[in-house]
C-alpha cells in the first residue's frame, strides 16, 4: 500500500513540476512580447518622427513649388506618396501594437489560469500527502 501511495505521491509531484514549467514557459513569452512591444513602440516612435520630418521637407519644397511649379508639382506628388506611405506603416505598426497588446493580456490570461490549476495541484497534492503519512503511520503502528 506505501509503494502505491509513494507512486501517487511522485505523481503528483511531477504534475506539479510540469504546471510550473508551463507557468516559466508563459512568463518567458510574456516577457518576450513585452520586449517586441517595447521594439514596435520604439519603431513606431522613430516612423512619426521621420513622418515628421518627411512633412516638414514636404512643407519646404511645397513653398518653392509656388516658384517653379510644373517641375516641381512632380515632387509635390512623390511627396505625398512618402508621406502616406509613412502613415501606412504608422497604422501598420500601431494594429501590430494592438494584436501584441492582446496577446499579451491573453498570455497574462493564461498565465493566472495556470496559476490557479497549480495552486489547486498543489493543495491536492498536499492533501493526497498527508493522508498518504497518515495511512503509513497507522500501518507502521
Do not use: M, P, Y
Amino acid at each position: 500500500k506505501c509503494s502505491k501511495l509513494e507512486v501517487d505521491v511522485g505523481r503528483l509531484e511531477e504534475h506539479s513540476k510540469a504546471k510550473q514549467n508551463e507557468i516559466d514557459q508563459l512568463s518567458e513569452r510574456i516577457e518576450e512580447l513585452r520586449d517586441k512591444c517595447q521594439s514596435l513602440e520604439a519603431e513606431l516612435k522613430s516612423a512619426r518622427v521621420s513622418l515628421k520630418d518627411s512633412k516638414a521637407k514636404f512643407d519646404e519644397e511645397k513653398a518653392s513649388i509656388t516658384k517653379k511649379c510644373s517641375k516641381l508639382e512632380v515632387d509635390v506628388g512623390r511627396l505625398e506618396e512618402h508621406s502616406k506611405a509613412k502613415q501606412n506603416e504608422i497604422d501598420q505598426l500601431s494594429e501590430r501594437i494592438e494584436e501584441l497588446r492582446d496577446k499579451c493580456q491573453s498570455l497574462e490570461a493564461e498565465l493566472k489560469s495556470a496559476r490557479v490549476s497549480l495552486k489547486d495541484s498543489k493543495a491536492k497534492f498536499d492533501e493526497e500527502k498527508a493522508s498518504i503519512t497518515k495511512k503509513c503511520s497507522k500501518l507502521e503502528v
